[in-house]
């Protein structure tokens, strides 16, 4: 199986802070990544897929980008909606992997 | 418009079995992969596998085969998770989760809440 690791597992920031979310998968995986948001509560929801590709209604301040190995998620200017959890997934194979996930909290 | 709507909140005791289901409306169900995510209570989210509606062609994560059932009927637009034998250990918020076609969940249920306790 791929395994999918995040860093760091917990980000304190504060509002219009810039703010970057590392995944690194354990083999190859071109550029079938996906970057969802999860709230407490709600369903998760997809921000990014195919590593760059930023899904329809999804806020122009998120963009991804990397490929085979290493992706990044970045908020430009964090807003008090982004605080919640982000994982990334991998779709290049089955089983189907998550990140272990990242908490942005308040600062 | 597109929905997933899960089964409700499922309260049972170990060993019982439990069957919960997802149903989709608004999207071309068959096409595309349906998976199931775990989150257990304060953890992160776990892919237990998935299903192809249109031949039923399922897939497990290892830490899931054997510990679970995956199944679908593509007649009424439905996949189902299935325990034969529940444990505490099994007590989280289940999620369905569709593909999209570039292979990214688009379309999530709501989520059905497990607890299993004695």
């Known amino acids: 199986d791929i395994q999918m690791t995040q860093s760091p597992s917990t980000l304190s920031a504060s509002v219009g802070d810039r703010v970057t979310i590392t995944c690194r998968a354990s083999q190859s995986i071109d550029s079938w990544l996906a970057w969802y948001q999860h709230k407490p509560g709600t369903a998760p929801k997809v921000l990014i897929y195919?590593?760059?590709s930023l899904e329809s209604g999804v806020p122009s301040r998120f963009s991804g980008s990397g490929s085979e190995t290493e992706f990044t998620l970045t908020i430009s200017s964090l807003q008090p909606e982004d605080f919640a959890t982000y994982y990334c997934q991998q779709s290049y194979s089955t089983p189907r992997t998550f990140g272990g996930g990242t908490k942005v909290e308040i600062k | 418009e597109v929905q997933v709507v899960q089964s409700g909140v499922e309260v049972k005791k170990p060993g019982e079995s439990l069957k919960i289901s997802c149903q989709a409306s608004?999207?071309?169900?068959?096409?595309?992969?349906i998976g199931w995510v775990r989150q257990m209570p304060g953890k992160g989210l776990e892919w237990m596998g998935m299903i192809y509606p249109v031949d039923s062609d399922t897939r497990y994560s290892p830490s899931f085969q054997g510990q679970v059932t995956i199944s679908a009927d593509k007649s009424i637009r439905t996949a189902y998770l299935q325990w034969s034998s529940l444990k505490a250990s099994d007590t989280a918020m289940y999620y369905c989760?569709?593909?999209?076609?570039?292979?990214?969940?688009?379309?999530w249920g709501q989520g059905t809440l497990v607890t299993v306790s004695s």
């Open positions: 989760a569709s593909e999209d076609g570039d292979n990214f969940v688009r379309y």
């Open positions: 195919k590593a760059s």
């Open positions: 608004g999207y071309r169900f068959s096409s595309y992969w």
